[in-house]
Each structure stands twice: as structure tokens, then as C-alpha cells.
């Protein structure tokens, strides 16, 4: 089998003090703890504009009820989206130091989806969602042990979950302990004795998620960014004046357009 090609090293940190991406090794604001993002390679990162941000509301609206786009996907913070492998576009979203899920656009349905990552989908049913699926606590902790979850372990769930369907599957006691896609319907599964019932994406023991303040902007980031920015710069101007020094011919700029979002 061949190995994955080497994009070269990724690398996104997140100031947990500041609640803003960081470029370099250190926030200059604060100086204060960093976090690593394992962000999808090659890491092709950027802001989640207006139009954005409203595709993934409305989404999260349209599976999981309305109005909890609202909810969970903030206004005042600062939102990235990283670019990662699909038959068609799909974006990691990321804000308060986390990959919080993913939106995709599925060309077999012709519509955007959007699955939950463990910190949203806690948010999520903090908020009473929809497709849902409730399990008893032996077949939690199967499923925390990396086991998909079977019928039998069911106690109760959304009947309105569709075969396809991204899920959120909470234990005996409420909490959120994994999210999957739903492999039968809701009202089966309810039904069946036996046989996969969600295909597990994701499962950890609950946990209470620290929910960073907002209020941050764009300038936020820049300052927290700007020595690391500033030295770019020079390694850029460095480089171009080099290249002018060593080739005697016309200067010629290129401008690459397409990006004027």
C-alpha cells in the first residue's frame, strides 16, 4: 500500500487566554498557554465569512432544528474553516480552540451537511436538538471503547432519524458521549433485537466543555500575531529584492485575483 503524500508540517495554535489563532509559537498579547489544533493537512486555513457562517447555521437548522444555529455557532468570535479531503467541499470549523465539526456538501443528496465533532454536540443537546439517540450505560462504555452501537443497547431515541442521519447519542444520565450516523431509521431502531444501529465517528467519556468568552475581532488577531507577521514580511521583502539582485531583467508583478471575498 502507498503512504499519504507529505504536505510538510501543519500547524495552528489557538491562545486560550486571547481566544484567537496563533501563526507563530507565542501570543503577543498575553504571552499566555497555547493549545495545538490537529488540523486535516495541508492546512489551507482561513476566516468563515458572513456567508459563511450563515451556510452552517442554517445547515445545523435544517437537521438538528431551528434556531440552533443561532445557538452554537457564535457571533462574536473569532471562526476559521480548514479545508480538508471530500469528493466534494468540506471544511473543518474551528473557533474556541477546537475543531468543532464539519459542513460538506454531499453531491448524492445535492444539499450541505453538517457533522457534529463532541464539543458542539454537546451545545447541541444542551439546547434539546433533534436526532438524538439515548443508550443504555454498558453499551456507552462499548462505544467509548471504540465499538459501534447496536440495537440492543437503545433505550430510546428521535423517531424522525433518517438512514444517514448525523446523530448525537447520549447516555443514561444525558450526557454526550458519542456522535455517529445513523445506519437504520429512528422508529427501527426502537424495534430491532439486533445488528449496527449508528457507525460511530467519535466517542469519549463525558466532560464539561470550558466555554471561552468573545467580544474578539480581527485586530485582535492581528496584534497577537504581529511580530511573527512582521517577520514574514521581511523574509518576503528579502527574498524578492534577492531574486532582483540576481536576475538582470524587468521587474514584473503578478497579481493573483479570485479571492476578493
Partial sequence: MSKAPYFGKVKLLW???CNVPILGDRCERCNGS?????????????????CDVQLIRKTIDSQFGEHLGDHV????????LNKTSYIDRMDEII???????????SPLNMK???????PIARLLWKFHCKKWVKIDNIAAQAIIDGKNLLAPGILDCDEEILEGDHVIIVNEQDEVVAVGTAKIKGKDMKKR??????KVREAEPPVQDEVLPGGQTWRDVIDANMKF???QESKALTFIK??????????????SGGKEK
Avoid: Q
Fill in 112 to 118: 450541505w451537511e453538517f457533522m457534529p465533532k463532541l
Fill in 229 to 231: 507577521l512582521e517577520e
Fill in 34 to 50: 497555547l493549545v495545538h489544533i490537529p488540523i486535516a493537512p495541508p492546512g489551507d486555513v482561513r476566516p468563515a465569512f458572513k
Fill in 73 to 80: 455557532i457564535p457571533e462574536n468570535k473569532i471562526i476559521l
Fill in 242 to 255: 534577492n531574486v532582483v539582485k540576481s536576475v538582470n531583467k524587468p521587474v514584473t508583478v503578478a497579481f
Fill in 95 to 105: 473557533f474556541d480552540g477546537k475543531i468543532m465539526g464539519y459542513v460538506r456538501f
Fill in 193 to 198: 433485537e439486533k445488528g449496527l444501529a449508528v
Fill in 15 to 17: 491562545c486560550i487566554s
